[in-house]
């Protein structure tokens, strides 16, 4: 896959995800909150070459933080491979972040709950920890009954395929453990958003635990929704097969 990758590799514990398109109202901001939490972490942001800018914001921030990553790709890529293109990066670095963060750059993930999310992995040292928003006390603010449907449906999929009790298959809220990385980054192939499923699975499928811990999913305040239907036709069907595929 072709990108550009600008910024120095940092020896952090803790490395994190932002894949964008069109971010440029949300990017700085969150960046500076991110900063602000004072953990051992990198970021990097995976930017599919945003017409509005997000890319240019990225660099201006990368003068004042030095563990601040920007890979540019040529065009609109799809989630999935953003995600697993971040993964590959960082899994890459001598020595490799001990554990890998996945969140949405707009807001819709408080990055307030990353020590949350940090807490339960390092407690467990588990393949997976879901900001859940399904789980006792998540709760999920200004989504049409539309979203949830198709939320809850998928939900409902993965649950019986994987086998798992979980309560929250879909929310890209994550925290992975690089060892659990190192194992499945050569069968990850989703392009958009199964990604959450697969990884999920591959989990399931290798026995590596998985647990949730609650939060708050607020939709997007600023810019539309880049959820497509040929996205949600794509997550439903590798659901469905899924279902069907054990192995």
Same mark, same amino acid.
């Given at each position: 896959? %072709? ?20 971010? !440029? ?29 997000? =890319? ?16 540019? /790709? ?7 491979? !953003? ?49 859940? /928003?399904? %789980? ?19 939900? =409902?999929?993965?649950? =019986? ?5 979980? *309560? ?18 050569? /069968? ?7 990604? *959450? ?22 939709? /997007? ?20 097969? =899924? ?5």
């Amino acid at each position: 896959m %072709s990108y550009q990758l600008a910024g120095n590799t940092q020896n952090s514990e803790i490395g994190i995800i932002l894949p964008t398109f069109d971010e !440029a109202t949300n990017i700085a901001k969150l960046i500076e909150d991110i900063e602000n939490l004072n953990l051992d972490l990198s970021i990097m942001v995976i930017d599919d070459s945003s017409p509005d800018g997000t =890319a240019k914001i990225v660099q201006e921030k990368q003068k004042k933080y030095s563990n601040l990553l920007l890979c540019n /790709r040529p065009k609109k890529l799809g989630l999935g491979t !953003a995600i697993t293109e971040g993964f590959k990066i960082f899994l890459s670095q001598d020595p490799v972040p001990k554990y890998v963060f996945t969140m949405d750059a707009d807001y819709s993930h408080d990055p307030q709950d990353i020590p949350k999310l940090l807490a339960v992995m390092q407690q467990y040292e588990c393949g997976i920890v879901i900001g859940s /928003r399904y %789980s006792k006390g998540g709760k999920i603010m200004g989504w049409p009954l539309s979203r949830k449907l198709i939320s809850k449906t998928a939900n =409902a999929l993965a649950r =019986a395929s994987l086998g798992l009790g979980l *309560q929250d298959c879909t929310s890209g809220y994550r925290c992975y453990s690089s060892i659990f990385l190192s194992e499945v980054i050569g /069968r990850l192939h989703s392009h958009t958003y199964e990604i *959450q499923i697969e990884t999920v699975r591959q989990a399931a499928l290798r026995h590596f635990q998985v647990k949730e811990t609650p939060v708050l999913f607020v939709n /997007r305040k600023r810019g539309k929704s880049k959820l497509t239907w040929t996205e949600i036709q794509s997550f439903l069907s590798y659901t469905f097969k =899924a279902v069907w595929n054990s192995s």
